[in-house]
């Protein structure tokens, strides 16, 4: 039921179907479209590149459109990848589509701005939740300011990280649709509220996954730094070792979450 509002993106409607819904994609005579239920989503090509290259990860599957999607599967692990797509409406829409296809287990590995200067390069950042400073999530969760992670799935990722001695943080990001609207004074305003990163998809794939009822989690580790005067990109995009650790990391923590 659609409830009625001043503003549309606050008029949320519970209703389960709508006009074109992801199982429409699915051919129901087939089989399974995956042999698992476990999927890696990474923003980091070179990582995808190198796994390639190494001969650790196969093409799986292609999902056609305008815009291809390429699954991967690792060859030592019954255990999917795929690069992210910008953005809330293209990574939480395919996230969707995912779990449509048989999809249960996500982790999300990416990158995001630092509010907090002390927080490193590469200083990873377990999701306990967003603020939803962004449109898509409101398709799928009734408004709100803030939208959590399942507590028992990030109580899992961080039993790991304890058991494991990795270095970790956990909190809250800042879910944005504009990364050239981060004014000084937004900034300080979310940093307030206890964001530690600034991102473009978590909050709408908190949402999906609470709305299709599967399993989430992610970890983002710090890479430019908005909190200053002025913007610092500390080279981030460079860290290679970093990164693709942090995939092998998410290859792990999504068979146990």
């Not at 179907?17 to 005579?29: G, H, M, Q, V, Y």
């Not at 999300?108 to 603020?131: H, P, S, T």
């Not at 979310?190 to 964001?195: M, P």
Request: aromatic share 10%; glycine share 10%; with cysteine.
């Amino acid at each position: 039921m659609l409830v009625n509002n001043s503003y549309p993106i606050l008029e949320f409607d519970n209703s389960r179907t709508a006009k074109i819904n992801p199982t429409a994609f699915l051919d129901e005579t087939s089989e399974p479209f995956f042999q698992t239920d476990m999927l890696v989503i990474t923003f980091f090509q070179e990582v995808m590149d190198k796994l390639a290259d190494q001969g650790r990860i196969v093409l799986e599957k292609t999902i056609g459109g305008e815009n291809p999607v390429l699954i991967y599967r690792f060859l030592d692990e019954n255990v999917l990848i795929t690069l992210g797509q910008v953005g809330c409406p293209a990574c939480g829409g395919n996230l969707d589509l995912f779990h449509a296809m048989g999809i249960a287990r996500v982790m999300f590995c990416g990158g995001g701005g630092v509010l907090d200067k002390n927080i490193e390069v590469g200083q990873i950042l377990v999701v306990d939740g967003a603020i939803r400073d962004e449109g898509f999530s409101y398709h799928y969760i009734e408004p709100a300011r803030y939208i959590y992670t399942d507590s028992d799935v990030t109580g899992k990722i961080t039993e790991y990280l304890d058991e494991n001695s990795i270095s970790y943080i956990r909190g809250l990001t800042w879910t944005t649709d504009a990364i050239f609207r981060e004014t000084s004074d937004r900034i300080a305003r979310r940093k307030e509220e206890g964001a530690k990163i600034v991102e473009m998809e978590q909050a709408g794939c908190i949402a999906v996954s609470q709305f299709r009822g599967f399993k989430y989690g992610a970890l983002i580790y710090g890479g430019d730094d908005v909190s200053q005067d002025e913007w610092s990109n500390r080279g981030w995009q460079s860290r290679d070792g970093i990164r693709y650790d942090l995939v092998m990391l998410c290859k792990r923590l999504v068979q146990i979450i």
